[in-house]
């Protein structure tokens, strides 16, 4: 054999082995016991609060939908991406069409680490990236509530993708850089309790770095600009920079931010928009002491001006 022969032979031998590799590290993680053995029995009452805190309808209730029908968690949203569109899936009570024959279990593995009860990775669309910093108990207790909502029949449509991103394996390299349990800002020892207990609701449940972070080539949160701003998912418009300085709302108080969160209307009395209607809607339900918590966090984490059009917070 000649030296071309085995230049190629080594280079089959090396791309084997690279595949082989990226198979093994691929593999989707489920939970481990200790943390399964956390989630107890869930309390559907303490639930309701995290059900609003996540944002749950504002993607899975039907489009435009209102009133109790925000329950009815049929799915059909569409996310459209750079990646393709996505679809939020049918998360009712329904056994054949929605998740209504998932244990908790299953559910606790899809919200921390974004696996299937089948075993397959869920895309990033649905934000288990900021659910990962979750408390087991307050997934239990979500969970616990979705099985008092109502079961609704009908599969929403799947997602439109291309390839290679309507291969599942490959978002468990994703996993492998963006995944992590750690807090995204790291507060002094001796941080306010609301501080500590906003940073869990905006980095956590409230996943708010989903959209107002900027995302890199790989759609993955570029930490170093949290909560800075962003290019809209859908890429149509700009998400607002909401830390605290120039360009975000650092001339907003932290009662104008828990204000704003209740009923919608910024300092100047302009009215909440876009988006962040849902978002609004969903703040407006928890308790007062949440809302404090959450304007507490993002007048304490540092400022971070960016390159998008210096915007308040309406939508």
């Known amino acids: 054999m000649g030296w071309a022969g085995k230049l190629l032979g080594a280079v089959v031998v090396l791309g084997g082995a690279c595949a082989a590799a990226g198979w093994f ?29 996540g944002g749950c309808a504002s993607c899975h209730a039907r489009p435009k939908a209102e009133g109790d029908a925000r329950f009815e968690l049929a799915g059909g949203v569409e996310l459209k991406t750079p990646f393709g569109t996505f679809v939020a899936p049918n998360i009712s009570q329904d056994a054949k069409d929605g998740i209504g024959a998932w244990s908790m279990e299953d559910f606790a593995n899809a919200m921390l680490k974004g696996i299937s009860p089948s075993g397959e990775h869920l895309y990033p669309a649905f934000p288990y990236a900021s659910y990962a910093r979750m408390k087991p108990s307050d997934v239990a207790d979500l969970y616990a509530f979705l099985k008092t909502l109502p079961a609704v029949s009908g599969k929403a449509p799947g997602h439109q993708l291309s390839f290679p991103f309507n291969i599942r394996r490959g978002i468990g390299l994703w996993k492998l850089a963006y995944l992590s349990d750690r807090p995204v800002v790291d507060l002094p ?79 100047d009395f302009d009215s909440v928009g876009g988006a962040m209607v849902e978002v609004q809607k969903n703040m407006a339900e928890l308790p007062p002491e949440d809302r404090a918590a959450i304007a507490a966090y993002l007048k304490a984490i540092p400022p971070h001006p960016n390159g998008y059009p210096p915007r308040k917070p309406q939508g």
Not at 36 to 48: Q, S
Not at 210 to 216: A, L, Q
Request: charge should be negative; charged fraction near 20%.
């Open 189 to 267: 020892a001796d941080a306010p309790e609301a501080v500590v207990a906003g940073r869990y609701l905006v980095e956590g449940p409230g996943h708010c770095g989903e959209c107002h972070t900027p995302r890199d080539f790989a759609g993955g949160p570029k930490k170093a600009e949290w909560l800075a701003g962003a290019v809209a998912a859908e890429g149509d418009g700009i998400v607002p920079n909401i830390t605290s300085g120039e360009g975000g709302i650092g001339d907003w108080s932290a009662e104008d931010i828990a204000s704003y969160l209740e009923n919608g209307l910024t300092p």
């Open 25 to 53: 590290l691929s593999a989707p993680v489920r939970l481990d016991a200790g943390t399964i053995a956390e989630l107890g029995a869930g309390d559907a009452v303490k639930g309701r609060r995290i059900f609003f805190a």
